[in-house]
């Protein structure tokens, strides 16, 4: 089956410690997206990248990084310099950089 | 700036009640609206794509229509499997191709 997985589906982190979501698509999509969603909030964009070996921040980039070595593969590694990490992280891809995105099942992370 | 903004918040219906959701847009130059099914816990469930007024799409029960401002979503006759928060999302024609997402419906259908 065709598809966007990511993975953990639940993390938890300590304060102060880097912690990685994966995203792994196999749709042969070329644009992949991060974003995050907080309750009473619509979705912000953290990063995107339309090709492999290129991305561009998003609107809320600050305390996050990306690579995108791979076209299958757009992980997000949020740092301890983000200072309210506990959130709903959603991957996405698109075939082009237009049209519909879809969408993975989401990591919920929480920091304790 | 680009925008998006979903009313209502939330939504009840009785099942088979029919409604509509609203998604109003300001945007430069519309590339494109779309229409996901979010349950709770879970990533966007995609719907319908919508590229120019007057364009409509229909899937099972629902049925999304596209003007120059804004996008309805219509439920007919809804069923509490239809209860879920429904996004609205834009595409400009400007700037760096990235999805602008309304806050969401909330909606419960009560059997």
């Known amino acids: 089956d065709g598809g966007i997985t990511q993975s953990p589906k639940y993390l938890f982190r300590k304060e102060g410690q880097n912690v990685t979501l994966s995203c792994e698509q196999n749709?042969?999509?070329?644009?992949m997206y991060w974003y995050r969603q907080d309750p009473g909030q619509g979705l912000r964009l953290i990063y995107y990248s339309q090709i492999v070996n290129d991305f561009q921040k998003g609107d809320i980039a600050e305390g996050y990084s990306v690579s995108r070595e791979k076209k299958e593969s757009f992980p997000l590694t949020v740092t301890s310099a983000q200072k309210n990490p506990t959130a709903f992280y959603l991957c996405a891809s698109s075939i082009r950089r237009a049209g519909e995105a879809f969408f993975g099942q989401g990591t919920r992370l929480t920091v304790v | 700036e680009d925008q998006v903004t979903q009313s209502p918040e939330a939504l009840r219906l009785q099942e088979g009640e029919s409604s509509s959701l609203n998604c109003s847009y300001t945007?430069?130059?519309?590339?494109?609206l779309f229409w996901y099914r979010q349950d709770p816990g879970k990533g966007p469930e995609f719907l319908f794509t919508?590229?120019?007024a007057g364009e409509e799409k229909e899937k099972e029960r629902l049925k999304a229509t596209l003007t120059k401002k804004e996008s309805f979503l219509h439920i007919t006759a809804p069923k509490p499997e239809d209860s879920a928060t429904y996004l609205c999302a834009v595409q400009a024609t400007s700037g760096t191709y990235k999805y602008i997402f309304g806050t969401g419906t909330r909606l419960k259908v009560l059997a």
């Open positions: 919508l590229y120019s």
């Open positions: 945007v430069s130059g519309l590339r494109g």
């Open positions: 749709l042969n999509h070329d644009a």
